[in-house]
């Protein structure tokens, strides 16, 4: 028999590890907003965010086995999908063609 300490343990790790990957989302939209992060980067790079989700879901699973990992591993593929759409409605826009200097804001002097 599990002790409570160890059960208590057990789902406040896997709480707070559900908790985090969900925020996956409003995190991607931010670093989108910065600049840092955007949509062809995202597609661009898919095949790593796939292999870096699995791999993040395997160390917070507390057991082994397969079935724990994909629990977790499924939805940061799906959380990833949704960020790339967030990403694109939200995030920062660059328009091609226009120039600062082009165009400058009357306020700024």
Do not use: W
């Amino acid at each position: 028999m599990p002790a409570v300490s160890e059960y208590f343990s057990l789902a406040l790790r896997l709480l707070i590890a559900f908790g985090v990957i969900f925020e996956m989302p409003i995190f991607m939209v931010f670093l989108a907003k910065m600049g840092i992060v955007t949509v062809s980067f995202l597609n661009k790079n898919r095949k790593y965010a796939i292999l870096i989700n699995f791999i993040i879901a395997a160390i917070l699973t507390p057991t082994p086995d397969v079935v724990n990992q994909m629990m977790m591993g499924i939805p940061l593929l799906i959380l990833y999908e949704i960020s790339v759409v967030a990403v694109y409605f939200f995030g920062k826009k660059t328009f091609i063609g226009f120039n600062e200097e082009d165009n400058p804001d009357p306020d700024s002097e």
